[in-house]
Structures are given as C-alpha cells and as structure tokens.
C-alpha cells in the first residue's frame, strides 16, 4: 500500500519559516519525481516545486529565493524548506510522487501565515 504523508505545516508570522517533510512508504522511492503543490481555499491546486530522481528542481516564480525542494532517499522523503513566508503562501500543501508506474498524493498539511 502506497502512503505518503506530510507533516510541518502550522501557522507562521510573515517573514517566517517552515520546514515540510513528506515521508513515502510502498514505493521504489528513488525512481520516483517528486513534488510539492498547494491549494488555497477558492484556488485550483497548483504547482510548488518539483526534484527529479536525478536531483533536478524547479519553482514556482512565486517562490523562488524562498523556497527550496530537496530529497533524502535513503529516508523516503522530501522536504520544502520555506522561508521569507508571505500571507499569500497560505495554503494546504500536498505531496506527490510520479512515474511511469503511478501518481500518487498525500493527505495534504495546512500552512498559513498571519500578517
């Protein structure tokens, strides 16, 4: 059985910072491109930040300089380190891991940041 399950979300002050972990369970973890998305109310889900099997990110423009993607197979997970945390970062955020054998998310972890 297939799980991922984040963790590290709360509410910051602006200007602040959290750290997301995502821990995968089920999964040949190293093969898989792995990423983080958010969801504010009213909003489509969109995309966060993304990192390769092979260790290769990208951002969002709206977070970049602030937030980094990064992988720790050994351990099955992937965090998103956010700093300088703006009102507008406000979201649930959810994890997903992908490739050619499944696409796959968590539960999702609410971050808001008060003003």
């Known amino acids: 059985q297939v799980q991922l399950v984040e963790s590290g979300g709360g509410l910051v002050q602006a200007g602040g910072s959290l750290k997301l972990s995502c821990a995968a369970s089920?999964?040949?973890?190293?093969?898989?491109?792995l990423g983080w998305y958010r969801q504010a109310v009213g909003k489509q889900r969109e995309l966060v930040a993304r990192i390769t099997s092979g260790g290769s990110t990208n951002y969002a423009d709206s977070v970049k300089g602030r937030f980094t993607i990064s992988r720790d197979n050994a351990k099955n997970t992937v965090y998103l380190q956010m700093n300088s945390l703006k009102p507008e970062d406000t979201a649930v955020y959810y994890c997903?891991?992908?490739?050619?054998?499944?696409?796959?998310w968590g539960q999702g972890t609410p971050v808001t940041v008060s003003s």
């Open positions: 997903n891991a992908i490739w050619a054998s499944g696409d796959y």
């Open positions: 089920g999964i040949f973890f190293r093969v898989y491109g």
